[in-house]
C-alpha cells in the first residue's frame, strides 16, 4: 500500500491551500481516509478523517476553515485548507485505515506565515 500526498507549501495568514493524497496498492477496502499533522515538538494530531461511508471528523482547531474530500473511485482524499493560521504549521499527514492496518504517507509541509 502507498500513499502518494501532493499539495502544501508555503502560504501566508488567511490564505488557502490544497493537499492531495491518492492511494495504490492492494487497498481494497479502504475504510478510512484522512490526514493528520505534527508540528514541531508536538504530537501527531488528526486533522480530518472520511469513513467510506461518507462520515467526516474534523479536529476542533479547523472546524470551519478545512473541507476534506474523498473520491472512492479515485481512491483519494483531499484537504482544502482556507482561513490559514500560523498554527497551522506542521508536516501534513495522509492515512488510510485499510481492513485493520494503519497506512501513513511520506508527510508534506504546509507552512504559514504571519
Known amino acids: 500500500v502507498q500513499l502518494q500526498a501532493s499539495g502544501g507549501g508555503l502560504g501566508q495568514t488567511g490564505e488557502s491551500l490544497r493537499l492531495s493524497c491518492a492511494a495504490s496498492?492492494?487497498?481494497?477496502?479502504?475504510?478510512?481516509m484522512g490526514w493528520y499533522r505534527q508540528a514541531p515538538g508536538k504530537q501527531r494530531e488528526l486533522v480530518a478523517v472520511i469513513t467510506s461511508g461518507g462520515r467526516i471528523n474534523y479536529a476542533d482547531s479547523v472546524k470551519g476553515r478545512f473541507t476534506s474530500s474523498r473520491d472512492n473511485a479515485k481512491n483519494a482524499v483531499y484537504l482544502e485548507m482556507n482561513s490559514l493560521k500560523p498554527e497551522d504549521t506542521a508536516v501534513y499527514y495522509c492515512y488510510a485505515y485499510i481492513r485493520i492496518n494503519d497506512y501513513w504517507g511520506q508527510g508534506t509541509q504546509v507552512t504559514v506565515s504571519s
Open positions: 496498492g492492494n487497498i481494497f477496502p479502504i475504510n478510512i
